[in-house]
């Protein structure tokens, strides 16, 4: 479905190609731009827990290392979102308008199975 609709956006095979591409990274990277800060939260709020795997070092380091991580996914998503000169609506706006659509599909999806877990 996807393709398709980016099949009808795109002007040739490598815009295509570029907008898929970016789309698909775009979402996978959401989950981690998630991730890093809630580690960070965890890490403060449960400083005492015992966990199979720890990264050594002082905690500002753990922190600092999430804290990069972050900063590289969100760079990323920026590029892959705005791409430098190219023009915004024929390139980053089709990204911004699938990349809503797969976030919001993915939230009726997940509404819609909690409630028919709960019945």
Same mark, same amino acid.
Request: hydrophobic share 55%; net charge positive; proline share 5%.
């Given at each position: 479905?996807?393709?398709?609709?980016?099949?009808?956006?795109?002007?040739?095979?490598?815009?295509?190609?570029?907008? %898929?591409?970016?789309?698909?990274?775009?979402?996978?990277?959401?989950?981690?731009?998630?991730?890093?800060?809630?580690?960070? %939260?965890?890490?403060?709020?449960?400083?005492?827990?015992?966990?199979?795997?720890?990264?050594?070092?002082?905690?500002?380091?753990? %922190?600092?290392?999430?804290?990069?991580?972050?900063?590289?996914?969100?760079?990323?998503?920026?590029?892959?979102?705005?791409?430098?000169?190219?023009?915004?609506?024929?390139?980053?706006?089709?990204?911004?308008?699938?990349?809503?659509?797969?976030?919001?599909?993915?939230?009726? %999806?997940?509404?819609?199975?909690?409630?028919?877990?709960?019945?």
């Amino acid at each position: 479905m996807i393709v398709l609709v980016y099949g009808l956006v795109a002007r040739s095979a490598s815009g295509l190609f570029w907008s %898929i591409l970016s789309f698909s990274t775009v979402v996978g990277s959401f989950s981690y731009v998630i991730l890093f800060p809630v580690y960070v %939260i965890l890490r403060k709020k449960d400083a005492g827990a015992k966990r199979p795997y720890q990264v050594p070092g002082p905690e500002w380091f753990r %922190i600092s290392l999430a804290v990069v991580a972050e900063l590289f996914v969100l760079f990323t998503v920026v590029v892959l979102i705005i791409q430098p000169g190219e023009g915004f609506i024929e390139n980053s706006l089709p990204i911004i308008v699938g990349t809503a659509a797969a976030v919001i599909a993915g939230e009726i %999806i997940i509404s819609r199975s909690a409630k028919a877990r709960r019945a």
